[in-house]
Every structure is written in C-alpha cells, then in structure tokens.
C-alpha cells in the first residue's frame, strides 16, 4: 500500500523560530509532493507544492527540502509565527494530467508561543 | 466565487440510517473527489470523479456511494450508517490537467457522528 510517513505528530515552537516538518515515502513513481495547511474547522488548502526535480522550493517563509534518493521531503518555516498556527500534512501522488489521488501523511499539529 | 460547497455542516446519524452528503462546486473542475479524515490519520480517498457520468473508487469506498450528474455536483451517499463512519468528510475538486490541475480546492468539511 502507498504510504506517506510524517512527523513529528505534534510540534510547539517560540515565535520567531524554526517549524521542520519531515516526511517519507515508499513509492518511487510519486512525482509531486505538496504540503496542505489546516485551521480548525476547515478545509487543507495548498500551501506549497515540488516536483522530484528540484531540491528546494522556497515561497516566503516557506521552503520544501527534497531528497529523492532518501525518499524523503521536508517542510521549513522560517520566523515561526502565531497565526502558523494549523495542522500540515504533505501528500503525494503520481500521474501527470490525472486525477490527483493525493496519499496523505497523517499530520503535523503545530502551535507558535507567541 | 464560492469555490467547494459542503452540506450539512454537522450530522448525527443512527446505526443503519442513510444520508447523502451534497456537495458542489463552481469553478468549472473536471475532477472532484470525497475524502474522509480521522484523528491522526490523515486523509483518505473514498470516491472519485473525472467528469459527469464517470466516477471511481478511491482507497475506502466500502458503505458509500456515489453519483455525478452534473460538472457541478458530487453528493457522497452513506448506505446504512455504522459507527465506523464517524468521521470528517471533505469533499473537493481541481482542474483536469495541466499545471494547475494540481491544486486540488476542499470544502470546509462535514462533520457526522453515528451513534
């Protein structure tokens, strides 16, 4: 079964530090790897999205590190603030064109300290 | 634009009840699809659509059905309602190809407890 692997589960960071996110995945034919963003009581909306590619995708305070030897993505904020505040999940999927049937990670709950 | 449009909000169903879960959307996507998320587990595919008429199944499509008359609508059917359902249900949708067909847009979710 396709699986995304993602931790930590939860993760609490001062304001004006660093938030990383780290995710691994089992299947090779995966070819885009977003990062959802969530706030209680709503909907994932797309934060950021790379392709295998590339190594670093930087918007803003956000940056997604890829490593497609290892498998492995990462996501970086920078000047960790309050409003950051949400559930992150990355994804992946495969089939240029397709359906996205987005594998999910199974979340990141993350709280800046003001 | 109202983007992914969900109804009902909220919804306590009984063991063995039926219940349709509706949702639309108005930016013109091909594809939507229905999620279920559950406590740290992310996200989950129950069914797909790539256009009216043509629909899938996604990873968990076992109690649920599904229905695309319309470019517009994509309700989700829960056939007899068990407590294993309870659970977040997000429907959504994206374009069909392209770089934007990337972005897949949710709805804000419909929360439904079985009891």
């Known amino acids: 079964q396709q699986q995304v692997k993602q931790s930590p589960q939860s993760l609490i960071v001062q304001k004006g530090g660093i938030s990383i996110i780290n995710c691994a995945y089992e299947?090779?034919?995966?070819?885009?790897f977003p990062w959802y963003q969530q706030f209680p009581g709503k909907g994932p909306a797309l934060l950021i999205a790379?392709?295998?590619?590339?190594s670093e995708k930087k918007e803003g305070r956000f940056t997604i590190s890829f490593n497609k030897s290892a498998k492995q993505f990462s996501l970086h904020i920078m000047d960790s603030q309050p409003g950051d505040s949400a559930t992150y999940f990355c994804?992946?999927?495969?089939?240029?064109?397709?359906?996205?049937?987005?594998?999910f990670g199974s979340g990141t709950q993350l709280t800046v300290l003001p | 634009n109202a983007g992914v449009t969900q109804t009902p909000k909220f919804r306590i169903l009984k063991i063995g009840q039926s219940m349709t879960l509706q949702c639309a959307q108005d930016?013109?996507?091909?594809?939507m699809y229905w999620y279920r998320q559950d406590p740290g587990m992310g996200l989950k595919l129950i069914y797909y659509?790539?256009?009216?008429?043509?629909?899938d199944k996604g990873e968990v499509p076992n109690g649920y059905n599904v229905s695309r008359s319309t470019t517009e609508d994509f309700p989700l059917r829960l056939l007899s309602a068990a407590p294993s359902q309870t659970s977040v249900y997000f429907c959504?949708?994206?374009?069909?190809?392209?770089?934007?067909?990337?972005?897949?847009?949710f709805g804000e979710g419909s929360w439904l407890t079985v009891v």
């Open positions: 790379i392709r295998p590619d590339v």
């Open positions: 994804a992946a999927s495969e089939g240029q064109g397709s359906a996205r049937q987005l594998t």
């Open positions: 659509s790539v256009g009216a008429g043509i629909t």
């Open positions: 299947n090779t034919a995966f070819d885009y």
């Open positions: 930016m013109n996507h091909n594809y």
């Open positions: 959504a949708s994206s374009y069909s190809r392209g770089s934007s067909g990337n972005t897949i847009y």
